[in-house]
């Protein structure tokens, strides 16, 4: 199908596709990759009445490695971050995150500002944020404020951004180069939504024992959620089969996923257990190595 | 599609059956009503928007209460439909006492097709369930209004 | 009167000035205001690939993009890949390996295979499936589309292009 008929706005920078999202208020999208957007605009699922490109921002676009952490300009683009030499050294996980995300053509006009801010549950990105204690900045009426990734994800395709602000930037902590680190998910087809997803950052102490794990979990419910009480279990202790499976379970029961057309609730939560154990044991073999 | 949930409200059952049969209590809380009218007994039209972030739609549609046992049980049977796709369905609602408390027990059973059950399959049923759980938040809330009245 | 809006780009290395709807999706635009109906149509809403053009040396599904954003670029479309009459070498290994049958995805699979062959020349079995992978095809299963883009990598290095 074609789209219904809107206006079209190619602001020249941030603070005039501000002006332009209180102008017009409910009614006004932002368009940057237009990857997710497009679609449910061609099926008529999205019908706004006003589009503000923000593609013409170029001061959005930008890969920045800060003492302490890792700035990212919201309008970067996946492709850009794939093949970024930096985040491949500094940030292997982000590296192959991205490269799970859809296909050659999304990648070279998605955004990482995009994919966040729509808040995909079955997303690739929204659910590595988590993991990496990642954060994003946001600019509004208010002036600029930061949110941390665990106060962004409300649910389907909703974060508590205002209607009225802009994915700026997303900043991603350092992580130590002893970390162990794996995204795996589980698609129908390869680069399908994922039906699970799971991100994993590990390291351990010269006593062998877990002293930072983050276990997140893609796909099952209405957002990304951090596998908390996995995380709890494993902190402390010694990161061998027996416990790295006991955590598996932990997370599993600790899912609520949906069923769909897709995969019913009991299999989500079956898979939960089967990748983070993937996901536990590869972050392993990486500390090690 | 099958749903089915409880809600506990903090409110005697025939308080609470009085709310659930009262149509303009009905629109204040239904998630995007725009209209609900009397057609007939027992039986309503409605128009609502719903959306989710930019996927907003507006749906009209027609319910009839059936199988009414006051002050307990009865029966929701509609259909309707939008640009977006068209949903049939029946719930049972069942209201327990439980001393000056009650639950409302419901149970759904709902077709949905067109283009929002196609694409937006993954969603649907945890969607569903949001809505579900506001529309109970809501009712809720007004009940408290009306008992600190 | 509904509102349109003036674009200058260039397509196939020819220069065009055009009024666009807003909503005027850039594979329409393609297609009905510059009449290069090799870009094809199978889903409009990204899933297919079929109508994947290059769009500033990216490949792109131009079905996920409105014409009016395309002001000042320029684009690829299979039409512009032969010249003087002669072959694109991949367009010879897609006909000399039967890399297609129906042809629909044809044109979306040629410009996908066009960026990939630019930016991994040598591309192994596992690079070619990847750079693919935006372009579902219905009649092939792939095994000789993944054939004839390993041929059109070798043509393309003996030529020296």
């Known amino acids: ?289 | 599609m099958n749903l089915d949930g409880n809600f506990r409200f903090n409110a005697p059952r025939e308080k609470v059956w009085k709310f659930f049969m009262n149509p303009d209590m009905l629109a204040k809380c239904l998630p995007g009503c725009e209209k609900l009218e009397a057609k007939g007994e027992n039986s309503y039209e409605a128009i609502v928007k719903i959306g989710i972030s930019v996927v907003k739609g507006e749906y009209s549609g027609k319910v009839e209460l059936k199988d009414i046992v006051t002050p307990s049980h009865y029966r929701l049977v509609g259909e309707g439909g939008g640009l977006s796709g068209f949903v049939k369905g029946e719930v049972t609602m069942d209201l327990e006492e439980e001393s000056d408390k009650t639950i409302v027990k419901w149970k759904s059973v709902a077709q949905i097709g067109g283009l929002i059950a196609g694409v937006g399959q993954r969603m649907l049923s945890g969607v569903a369930k949001i809505l579900t759980n506001q529309f109970f938040k809501d009712m809720e809330k007004e009940l408290t209004k009306e008992e600190s009245l | 009167m509904v509102k349109k809006y003036a674009i200058n780009l260039t397509v196939n290395g020819i220069n065009y000035e055009k009024e666009v709807e807003a909503r005027k999706l850039l594979v329409d635009f393609i297609r009905e205001d510059i009449g290069l109906t090799g870009t094809h149509i199978g889903c409009e809403h990204g899933q297919c690939g079929a109508c994947t053009v290059v769009f500033n040396g990216k490949s792109l599904k131009s079905c996920l993009m409105f014409a009016v954003q395309a002001d000042g670029a320029e684009i690829l479309t299979v039409e512009g890949l032969a010249k003087d009459e002669k072959l694109h070498p991949i367009q010879e290994a897609f006909w000399e390996n039967h890399g297609l049958q129906c042809g629909y995805c044809t044109p979306g699979v040629l410009m996908s295979s066009y960026v990939l062959l630019k930016e991994n020349p040598q591309p192994s079995e596992e690079d070619i499936r990847e750079g693919i992978s935006g372009n579902i095809c219905r009649c092939t299963g792939y095994v000789n589309i993944v054939k004839a883009i390993k041929e059109a990598s070798k043509k393309i290095e003996g030529a020296g292009i």
């Open chain 1, 1 to 289: 199908m074609k789209p219904f008929s809107f206006e079209y706005f190619k602001p020249n920078n941030i603070d005039e596709a501000i002006s332009l999202l209180n102008g017009y208020g409910e009614d006004a999208v932002i368009l940057a990759g237009g990857q997710s957007l497009i679609p449910l605009m061609n099926l008529r699922l999205a019908r706004p009445k006003y589009i503000i490109d923000i593609n013409k921002i170029a001061e959005l676009s930008y890969i920045k490695d800060t003492n302490g952490g890792l700035s990212i300009g919201a309008l970067t683009r996946h492709r850009e971050i794939e093949k970024s030499d930096i985040i491949k050294s500094k940030y292997p996980i982000l590296s192959k995150t991205v490269s799970l995300i859809g296909n050659p053509q999304i990648r070279n006009w998605g955004t990482i500002g995009g994919s966040i801010s729509h808040a995909d549950p079955a997303g690739e990105l929204p659910t590595l944020l988590l993991a990496l204690n990642g954060k994003v900045k946001v600019v509004g009426n208010q002036g600029e404020r930061e949110i941390d990734g665990d106060d962004l994800f409300l649910g389907y395709l909703t974060t508590s951004m205002e209607k009225t602000e802009i994915l700026r930037e997303v900043y991603i902590p350092e992580i130590s180069p002893k970390m162990g680190w794996e995204f795996v998910e589980l698609t129908k087809r390869s680069h399908d939504f994922a039906i699970v997803s799971v991100a994993v950052l590990m390291s351990i102490d010269n006593a062998g024992k877990c002293n930072d794990v983050r276990i997140s979990l893609g796909g099952v419910g209405s957002m990304p959620v951090r596998a908390k009480g996995a995380e709890e279990f494993l902190l402390d202790k010694a990161i061998n089969d027996d416990s790295i499976n006991e955590a598996a379970n932990i997370a599993s029961e600790e899912a609520e996923p949906e069923s769909d057309i897709h995969a019913s609730a009991k299999y989500r939560k079956e898979m939960v257990k089967v990748f983070v154990n993937r996901g536990l044991i590869s972050a392993l073999d990486r500390v090690r190595g």
